[in-house]
């Protein structure tokens, strides 16, 4: 990690503290001292005591806060490309998992995978994260369902936070899957994760939170509560998998346990965002997801704004639902699929993210005494972000005050 010392000013800047489009200051300043955010405002009224500071000219790039991703399984062996030709010839997503196929197969290729050969593969897909903004991710592990393997998983992820200029959080997700070893075993499986694997892997320090798939094809509604009846023990935040296929109550349930987010949403109904809503549960859609296996129904994107729920969005970035590297690409597609507006889009990527992974402190905004984690993009206006799909408008990142990317090919 690096940190700088000195003092900088970034000039002609749009700046857009909150990625709000309602709140933006056209010609702004941007002072940063010892990697954190000291002073931001009209240009005119810089204080005098940045006047000599080391100065950077946007050239009038809007900029905004660092982009966060909030549910990855960034961390995986292998590829699903064969599956997906299946699915073009008619099985389902649910089918291709009752057949072994499917999250199992994954969890194949990473088990069989070196830990250095994952975290090289998986190092290339955040690479694409980075060069789009991405300052602050969320990586699961699921796809070992033993220890060795999900402590492989988390090591990687861990290893991928020192290496890139990225805040990386990482998330437990040992009931992704049954296990073939345990077929006709879930309870077995289940206490395997809660007694054995989770303490072991959060004593390593190698745990941020815990995560559950209930689901039908996943966890019940009991084997999810003792998982996070377990995480609670050891003081760990949950999130859920839940109402992705079918609705069967894990939201409500995670919200008992006040989850920092619930994920994927499709089934969920009013109860489930009234709960929500009492405990203060980030709602995280994944419209890449939604787009992949061809979902039709629609999050309750009503339900959740009249409750008042905040909305993040991610990419999910995995091999079987989601098999996308572009988070910019997700604002397109919450916008087209699920009638997003922009600024819930962009709130959804910066400030709501960040609050699904407990971050909502230091990430998603520029304020005063926040780490200095911004982004400065080459469009015309806060729209294009969400308005293009393909391309990169990114012209640079700055993390903790440094530059750490800037565009290969001069997107003026
Ligand atoms: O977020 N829903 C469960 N887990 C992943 C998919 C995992 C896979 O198919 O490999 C998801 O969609
Ligand atoms: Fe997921």
Same mark, same amino acid.
């Given at each position: 990690?690096?940190?700088?010392?000195?003092?900088?000013?970034?000039?002609?800047?749009?700046?857009?503290?909150?990625?709000?489009?309602?709140?933006?200051?056209?010609?702004?300043?941007?002072?940063?001292?010892?990697?954190?955010?000291?002073?931001?405002?009209?240009?005119?009224?810089?204080?005098?005591?940045?006047?000599?500071?080391?100065?950077?000219?946007?050239?009038?790039?809007?900029?905004?806060?660092?982009?966060?991703?909030?549910?990855?399984?960034? $961390?995986?062996?292998?590829?699903? %490309? =064969? #599956?997906?030709? !299946?699915?073009?010839?008619? &099985?389902?997503?649910? +089918?291709?998992?009752?057949?072994?196929?499917?999250?199992?197969?994954? $969890?194949?290729?990473?088990?069989? %995978? =070196? #830990?250095?050969? !994952?975290?090289?593969?998986? &190092?290339?897909?955040? +690479?694409?994260?980075?060069?789009?903004?991405?300052?602050?991710?969320?990586?699961?592990?699921?796809?070992?369902? =033993?220890?060795?393997?999900?402590?492989?998983?988390?090591?990687?992820?861990?290893?991928?936070?020192?290496?890139?200029?990225?805040?990386?959080?990482?998330?437990?997700?040992?009931?992704?899957?049954?296990?073939?070893?345990?077929?006709?075993?879930?309870?077995?499986?289940?206490?395997?994760?809660?007694?054995?694997?989770?303490?072991?892997?959060?004593?390593?320090?190698?745990?941020?939170?815990?995560?559950?798939?209930?689901?039908?094809?996943?966890?019940?509604?009991?084997?999810?509560?003792?998982?996070?009846?377990?995480?609670?023990?050891?003081?760990?935040?949950?999130?859920?998998?839940?109402?992705?296929?079918?609705?069967?109550?894990?939201?409500?349930?995670?919200?008992?346990?006040?989850?920092?987010?619930?994920?994927?949403?499709?089934?969920?109904?009013?109860?489930?965002?009234?709960?929500?809503?009492?405990?203060?549960?980030?709602?995280?859609?994944?419209?890449?997801?939604?787009?992949?296996?061809?979902?039709?129904?629609?999050?309750?994107?009503?339900?959740?704004?009249?409750?008042?729920?905040?909305?993040?969005?991610?990419?999910?970035?995995?091999?079987?639902?989601?098999?996308?590297?572009?988070?910019?690409?997700?604002?397109?597609?919450?916008?087209?699929?699920?009638?997003?507006?922009?600024?819930?889009?962009?709130?959804?990527?910066?400030?709501?993210?960040?609050?699904?992974?407990?971050?909502?402190?230091?990430?998603?905004?520029?304020?005063?005494?926040?780490?200095?984690?911004?982004?400065?993009?080459?469009?015309?206006?806060?729209?294009?972000?969400?308005?293009?799909?393909?391309?990169?408008?990114?012209?640079?990142?700055?993390?903790?005050?440094?530059?750490?990317?800037?565009?290969?090919?001069?997107?003026?």
């Amino acid at each position: 990690m690096t940190t700088s010392l000195s003092t900088r000013v970034w000039r002609n800047v749009r700046l857009s503290p909150c990625a709000d489009p309602a709140h933006v200051i056209d010609n702004a300043a941007l002072a940063v001292r010892e990697g954190r955010i000291a002073w931001f405002g009209p240009a005119g009224t810089l204080p005098p005591e940045f006047a000599n500071a080391e100065s950077h000219d946007l050239g009038g790039r809007w900029v905004t806060p660092g982009l966060v991703d909030c549910h990855t399984h960034l $961390v995986h062996g292998g590829q699903r %490309a =064969d #599956e997906f030709a !299946l699915r073009l010839a008619g &099985a389902s997503y649910e +089918e291709i998992a009752r057949r072994g196929g499917g999250i199992v197969s994954t $969890v194949r290729a990473t088990r069989a %995978a =070196d #830990e250095d050969t !994952l975290f090289t593969q998986a &190092a290339r897909r955040l +690479e694409d994260l980075l060069a789009e903004g991405v300052t602050a991710i969320e990586i699961k592990s699921g796809y070992g369902l =033993d220890l060795a393997t999900e402590r492989k998983m988390l090591r990687v992820a861990r290893r991928l936070g020192q290496a890139y200029p990225v805040t990386v959080k990482t998330t437990f997700l040992g009931a992704h899957a049954l296990p073939p070893e345990y077929a006709g075993r879930a309870d077995e499986y289940i206490a395997l994760v809660t007694d054995e694997m989770l303490p072991a892997l959060a004593a390593e320090g190698l745990v941020d939170a815990v995560d559950v798939f209930c689901e039908n094809i996943g966890f019940s509604l009991a084997q999810s509560e003792r998982v996070f009846a377990a995480a609670s023990r050891a003081g760990l935040p949950v999130k859920v998998h839940a109402e992705q296929l079918s609705n069967l109550g894990g939201t409500q349930l995670a919200a008992r346990y006040r989850a920092l987010s619930a994920d994927h949403l499709e089934y969920l109904d009013e109860a489930g965002v009234a709960a929500m809503k009492a405990a203060g549960t980030v709602a995280v859609l994944l419209p890449g997801a939604f787009y992949f296996i061809r979902e039709t129904k629609l999050p309750p994107l009503d339900l959740l704004r009249r409750f008042d729920v905040p909305i993040a969005l991610a990419t999910d970035a995995n091999p079987g639902t989601s098999p996308t590297t572009s988070l910019l690409l997700m604002l397109n597609m919450a916008a087209t699929l699920f009638r997003m507006t922009v600024a819930e889009t962009l709130a959804g990527v910066t400030r709501h993210g960040a609050r699904a992974l407990g971050l909502a402190d230091s990430h998603g905004e520029i304020a005063v005494g926040r780490p200095a984690d911004f982004v400065a993009w080459s469009v015309d206006t806060l729209a294009e972000l969400v308005y293009r799909f393909g391309g990169n408008p990114c012209h640079c990142v700055v993390r903790h005050g440094e530059i750490v990317r800037t565009a290969e090919k001069e997107n003026a």
